[in-house]
């Protein structure tokens, strides 16, 4: 079992930065693809970035640029660094963590639109005009 726990979310107007934290605990491996996908009530959950366990990421065409993930193995944490946010940004942000694909799926357009293994309950982001 994987326990993928999200923090830092919260409203902030249009330009504000917001740090997204997924800690990771349970039976997992560090050789996981891990990632950050978002929903908008309504709609269906995409990708804004992912890692391999190499260190390669992928973003979305709509982060890139503001958006940057990282990964601190020491203590088992994913982050998501949002920079320049704009009202569009605004969903339920979703740690996620799969051990099935490999890293060059991982960093791939691919995984962004797939369903990973596992996935936390979700941090909101909220900007304002």
């Known amino acids: 079992q994987v326990r993928l726990v999200e923090s830092g979310g919260g409203s902030v107007q249009a330009g504000g930065s917001l740090r997204l934290s997924c800690v990771v605990s349970?039976?997992?491996?560090?050789?996981?693809?891990m990632g950050w996908f978002r929903q908008v009530e309504g709609k269906t959950r995409v990708g804004v970035a992912s890692i391999a366990d190499d260190g390669t990421t992928k973003y979305a065409d709509s982060v890139k640029g503001r958006f940057t993930i990282s990964q601190v193995s020491a203590n088992d944490t994913l982050y998501l660094q949002m920079n320049n946010l704009k009202p569009e940004d605004t969903a339920m942000y979703y740690c996620?963590?799969?051990?099935?694909?490999?890293?060059?799926?991982?960093?791939?357009?691919?995984?962004?639109?797939?369903?990973?293994?596992?996935r936390g309950q979700g941090t909101q982001v909220t900007v304002s005009p």
């Open positions: 349970g039976y997992w491996y560090r050789s996981a693809c």
């Open positions: 996620v963590a799969d051990f099935s694909v490999g890293a060059s799926y991982c960093i791939g357009e691919s995984f962004l639109h797939s369903d990973p293994m596992w």
